[in-house]
């Protein structure tokens, strides 16, 4: 299924892009959240009109994503856990542990936002990525240190 985007989706495309689909994930997802429409004749004159103005909000969000990133690069989050003998956490520190510090150091980011495979079990320090915009993701600093 051909659509349309609207705005920008990771590994698909850009606004303005016509792309194919399948028709599952058009209707599931990008149609009922207003990324995509569908590539009718009507729509895509439609949209060689309002690429201009796609792009212009497009340019703005990517720019107040890069302002917001060059301050998320000097953040580092520290974490104080409980370990045992070999360095194991007795717990973990997951994406919404890491939101929770940022959102305390004046940083609204939300946890799946942050592209951590998998929990933090031992003690380090990690660098973990955030997905501020398609182009835009910044990583930041997480120690995990002794209690």
């Keep these: 299924m051909e659509v349309i985007l609207r705005s920008a989706v990771d590994k698909l495309g850009h606004p303005g892009d016509i792309v194919t689909v399948s028709s599952g994930y058009a209707r599931n997802y990008l149609l009922p959240r207003g990324f995509a429409f569908l590539a009718t004749d009507g729509n895509k004159k439609r949209i060689s009109m309002e690429k201009g103005r796609l792009e212009a909000a ?7 994503a ?3 990133a060059e301050k ?9 856990a409980r370990v045992g003998e070999e360095g194991k956490l007795f717990g ?3 994406t919404a542990d890491i939101a929770h510090q940022l959102e305390v150091q004046g940083f609204h980011i939300e946890k799946r936002q942050i592209e951590l495979n998998e929990p933090l079990k031992s003690l380090g320090v990690y ?3 955030i997905r501020l ?8 600093k997480v120690w995990i240190i002794k209690q």
């Design 66 to 68: 890069s302002s917001i």
């Design 58 to 64: 497009e340019n703005e969000r990517r720019e107040a």
């Design 133 to 140: 915009h398609a182009d835009v993701k910044p990583e930041i």
């Design 92 to 94: 973990s520190v997951t």
């Design 72 to 80: 998320l690069a000097e953040v580092s989050v520290t974490f104080a």
């Design 127 to 129: 660098r973990v990525g």
